[in-house]
T-cell receptor
Framework: GDSVTQMEGPVTLSEEAFLTINCTYTATGYPSLFWYVQYPGEGLQLLLKATKADDKGSNKGFEATYRKETTSFHLEKGSVQVSDSAVYFCALRIAGGTSYGKLTFGQGTILTVHP | NAGVMQNPRHLVRRRGQEARLRCSPM?????VYWYRQLPEEGLKFMVYLQKENIIDESGMPKERFSAEFPKEGPSILRIQQVVRGDSAAYFCASHRELNTEAFFGQGTRLTVV
């Protein structure tokens, strides 16, 4: 079946440090890939997405590139801020049909950024 | 335009009681999904509904759980005879017809004591 694996967490960084959160996937079809962010006590917000190989999703300084050859979608940010502290989820969605909201999520990575 | 609204935000039930979780999708959204997030885990798909129809319930436990999305009113996730293992955060997501982005609510945190 489809699955998403994220790097083990939690991740603790100092402000302005470089961030990488690894994400790899297995899928029977040709998936779209997503990163969601969950702030404390909140629901999930879409951070960025990519729908085909070599696409780069970007938002709020975060980037991730869809790598079909390595089945990866690693999240990066050049300089993190305290306000980036949250839980980050990698997810995939198989193309086709109308179930655009049916996603397979990784287990989440807790990021804490200290001043 | 209000986002996806879930209520209650927090729900405490004793073992054996019923839990009823509500989700009002965004205006114009006719597709609703329910997810469950167990402690320190990712979200797991439970069920996908369109108005008055269950489209995909492959993630729903076979017993005690049911979901509906009536023609009028919110979608309801019902858990009968709750057990401690049902304690989790339950999230709802919705999208428009032919729209590729789903929006999530803030979740209902169910605690079974």
């Amino acid at each position: 079946g489809d699955s998403v694996t994220q790097m083990e967490g939690p991740v603790t960084l100092s402000e302005e440090a470089f961030l990488t959160i690894n994400c790899t996937y297995t899928a029977t079809g040709y998936p779209s890939l997503f990163w969601y962010v969950q702030y404390p006590g909140e629901g999930l917000q879409l951070l960025l997405k990519a729908t085909k190989a070599d696409d780069k999703g970007s938002n709020k300084g975060f980037e991730a590139t869809y790598r079909k050859e390595t089945t990866s979608f690693h999240l990066e940010k050049g300089s993190v801020q305290v306000s980036d502290s949250a839980v980050y989820f990698c997810a995939l969605r198989i193309a086709g049909g109308t179930s655009y909201g049916k996603l397979t999520f990784g287990q989440g990575t807790i990021l804490t950024v200290h001043p | 335009n209000a986002g996806v609204m879930q209520n209650p935000r927090h729900l405490v039930r004793r073992r054996g009681q019923e839990a009823r979780l509500r989700c009002s999708p965004m205006k114009g959204h006719s597709h609703v999904y329910w997810y469950r997030q167990l402690p320190e885990e990712g979200l797991k798909f439970m069920v996908y509904l369109q108005k008055e129809n269950i489209i995909d319930e492959s993630g729903m436990p076979k017993e005690r759980f049911s979901a509906e999305f009536p023609k009028e009113g919110p979608s309801i996730l019902r858990i009968q005879q709750v057990v401690r293992g049902d304690s989790a955060a339950y999230f709802c997501a919705s999208h428009r017809e032919l729209n590729t982005e789903a929006f999530f609510g803030q979740g209902t945190r169910l605690t079974v004591v």
